[in-house]
């Protein structure tokens, strides 16, 4: 798209959060820390480390969590430098130092702190004023995030913002989305800190003046960086450095996902997403997505209101002709399996090691769907992708362990091209399935490992088929495959303009959110425009 032409677009996770030792993680290691870089070389670009110096510590029985510096953060800090400095890869990787702020949170709301150098302090101020006034001498940022929680318990005082200093926000994460009260993905995921409230949103902010950039990122608190669903942080750089995602940060080139890798365009007159600019009205808004499933709306937010709704849903068709390639996406999932709450004294971690082959064609790309360790995918030709999948055991469905459920399923999502006549072979040793690609572009189907749930409550409770009532109890603990209906590349291709000649006042603000049919989402930065007569 105009605008965008210069720049590639990057991945991260701006919010990995890395625990020193305390009742619920092990002693901060080199060892842990290359264990957690390693694993974002394997899907990310980028990965800014955050720190967490808090400590979890019980009195009388009651759990609580530290309030400002402790001497023994300062030992954990000189290993996170080095692991970061260690592995920051020009070109092919980059880490980025950072920490989450541990002054009064509570007060201002909570901010991650990153420098574009390393071996740089970790800040004790108490008030974000000073943090500010310390990062001005430094060169850091602060970025604040779960912004939408009540203000003055975590949620985001908006009379203490420095443009400069935060030129963007975390409009969503593990804890859902701070976009605004009336605005999808609610902030449910942690029940201790919620629920989302006015004063602190993202719009809340927009709508003071504040000009800021909007990402993504998982606030996970469990070493993995990247958890698909989490949110994902993507930016707009000229290259794969420090020195190019830095300018690309301060330039406000960046957006957020939840998960699926949405590629969002969006320009205004020719001005790319981050940017400020006048006009005489009308202005020209283009979009143009790329989804991984099927693209449901792609709205325009003017001044906190929708100002036009673009709905792609019904605008496009399965391939019934043979003929030409037809291009698609299709999505693999791995999980589901055995719950601990069935009674089982011990479930293991299921190892899915298999292929993705087509007989005729080719795999364009493929995209990663990680949300643990020991994932792995390797495109070993044109036709052929090996994968190995590690599914955690499944925890009960509750809101407070949506993360943890999340660690169950992992997955990928293979873009092909090939004819209606080819087919799709999933192999999972000792399982093989093949699907039609004609019939793939119109039905799901699932390849269930229901001889492995009978074998396991065999081993464990010594029950065969027919010795259980209800048969309910092998299909619901069986380890299962989900193959998603595949999507024509029209279903997940969108692009249309829209001219807005309404002048609401003197500076407006316009940003775009993505929503697929999945319910997986995209937001924009937002682009500034002042209008002149």
């Known amino acids: ?113 990153y420098y574009l150098r390393d071996y740089e302090p970790l800040d004790s101020s108490e008030s974000l004023p000073e943090l500010y006034e310390n990062l001005r001498e430094r060169g850091g940022i602060a970025v604040p995030h779960h912004t939408g929680y009540q203000v003055g318990e975590r949620g985001k005082d908006w009379n203490f913002f420095d443009e400069e200093l935060s030129p963007f926000v975390e409009i969503y994460s593990s804890h859902g989305s701070s976009e605004g009260c009336d605005t999808p993905f609610p902030m449910e995921y942690n029940l201790s800190m919620g629920p989302r409230v006015s004063g602190g949103t993202v719009q809340d902010g927009l709508n003071r003046g504040y000009k800021f950039g909007i990402i993504a990122s998982g606030d996970n608190h469990r070493d993995y960086p990247g958890v698909w669903g989490n949110g994902l942080m993507a930016v707009f750089a000229r290259e794969l450095t420090r020195e190019s995602l830095w300018e690309a940060f301060k330039k406000r080139r960046v957006y957020g996902v939840t998960g699926d890798r949405i590629r969002l365009y969006f320009s205004i007159n020719g001005h790319v997403m981050g940017e400020t600019f006048a006009s005489k009205y009308p202005v020209e808004i283009k979009v143009e997505v790329v989804g991984c499933h099927a693209i449901d709306r792609i709205e325009i937010i003017k001044n906190g209101r929708v100002l036009y709704t673009y709905n792609h849903s019904g605008r496009w068709k399965v391939p019934e002709e043979e003929g030409d390639l037809v291009r698609a996406k299709l999505r693999v999932k791995c999980g589901w399996g055995p719950g601990r709450h069935y009674g089982f004294e011990k479930v293991e971690c299921k190892v899915w090691k298999g292929s993705f082959e087509l007989t005729e064609g080719r795999i364009i790309s493929v995209e990663p769907c990680f949300t643990h360790f020991g994932q792995a995918l390797r495109q070993v030709s044109e036709r052929k992708c090996d994968f190995t999948f590690t599914t955690q055991p499944r925890t009960p469905l509750t809101p407070l362990l949506a993360q943890h459920h999340r660690l169950n399923f992992q997955g990928a999502i293979f873009e092909i091209e090939a004819p209606l006549r080819s087919v799709i072979n999933l192999r999972v040793d000792p399982s093989r399935l093949s699907v039609p690609f004609r019939d793939a572009l119109r039905t799901e189907r699932v390849l269930a490992l229901t001889e492995e749930a009978e074998e396991l409550i065999r081993e464990q409770f010594g029950l065969t088929r027919e010795e259980v009532e209800n048969p309910d109890v092998f299909w619901h603990n069986a380890w299962k495959m989900k193959v998603y209906r595949a999507i024509p590349y029209e279903g997940y291709h969108a692009r249309f303009s829209h001219i807005d000649d309404d002048v609401e006042r003197s500076e407006n603000y316009y940003y775009v959110r993505v929503t697929q049919l999945n319910g997986q989402m995209a937001w924009s930065s937002p682009i500034w425009v002042r209008f002149e007569e």
């Open 1 to 113: 798209m105009e605008g965008y032409e210069e720049f590639r677009l990057f991945w991260g996770d701006a919010h990995t959060n890395i625990h020193g030792e305390d009742p619920n993680h092990p002693p901060l290691t080199k060892e842990r820390l290359r264990r957690t870089v390693k694993a974002a070389e394997e899907h990310l670009d980028f990965l800014p480390i955050a720190y967490y110096p808090f400590e979890c510590y019980y009195v009388k029985g009651l759990l609580v969590e530290s309030c400002g510096p402790r001497e023994r953060f300062l030992e954990d800090w000189k290993l996170v430098q080095e692991a970061v400095a260690e592995a920051n890869k020009p070109g092919k990787f980059v880490t980025f130092l950072g920490y989450e702020w541990h002054g009064d949170r509570r007060r201002y709301g909570d901010h991650n702190v």
